[in-house]
């Protein structure tokens, strides 16, 4: 999950679910609540721990922690070394995990096929639509914040995508940075309220997907299916940059190595891209990657399987 939240497009929810944690997940992150206070009084720390599923969560964020400092530093250099090869790899692990989520659905009715449509039509759209805007209120830094961290538990939709699309990933993630780095007073404000956003939309949604798994499985298990589906067209490896971030002063904002980063892209067919973009498509290897991110899942699938036994 980690890794995942290090690349854009990618969801930290999908791999999750491919894993087998994604309920545990919701349940342990629901479980920050009125019954984990009512938990201390009666069992003191040890009553606590168990109400939140501590060790799960301990174990989890380590994990994650590792994870994220992999994708920052191999993952991040693959993405400018090879960049069609590592998309084509989480192409073909999206397409796996959408067959995964489409097979734990216990029947196919009416409402299924519906919402299985639904969602990957929400999610295409998502993929598609131009950046909006931003708004520096603090009232709308929150709401960044609780709907960016609600994508993030969901499988097919990227968090920080969201907030690319809402007009905030070019004043948030700049902020945060100049608030743990300077200590800035208004940048603070804004990191507060940013994180107060991430916690109310956190502990809400993983409610509503709890109750949600807990009495309507198979609609949900369709519409994540659908969700995933849908952004397959953000993770086509073979793109080309249509437009740059800018700051608020219309300049292009660089990464780390000093290349423009990019805000939208168009799909291309692979035997065009080297017309089109001055590089080598890299299909064989891209289709021995995109083979193994299909492969995997189901590697990880077998593997849930023998602990469970």
Known sequence: MGIAEVIPGVSGGTIAFITGIYEKLLNTIKAFGPEAVAAFKDNGIKGFWEAINGTFLVALLIGMGIGIGVGVFGITHLMGTIPEVLWAFFFGLIIASAI??????????????????????????????????????LWFVFLSGAIAISALILPGISGSFILLLMGMYTFVIPTVKDA??????????????FGAGCLVGLMLFSRLLSWTFKNHQSKTLALLTGFMLGSLNKIWPWRNATDWLKDANGAFLLDSKGLKKVLTEENIAPWNYEIVTQQDPMIVWAILAGIAGFSIVFVLEKMGKQEGE
């Open 180 to 193: 743990l780095t300077t200590f800035n007073t208004d940048s603070l404000i804004v990191l507060a309220v």
């Open 100 to 137: 995964y989520i489409g097979k734990q659905v216990q029947r196919w009715a009416p409402p299924e096929y519906v919402l299985i449509i639904l969602g990957t039509l929400f999610a295409y759209y998502i993929t598609t639509i131009s950046p909006a805007n931003g708004n520096e209120a």
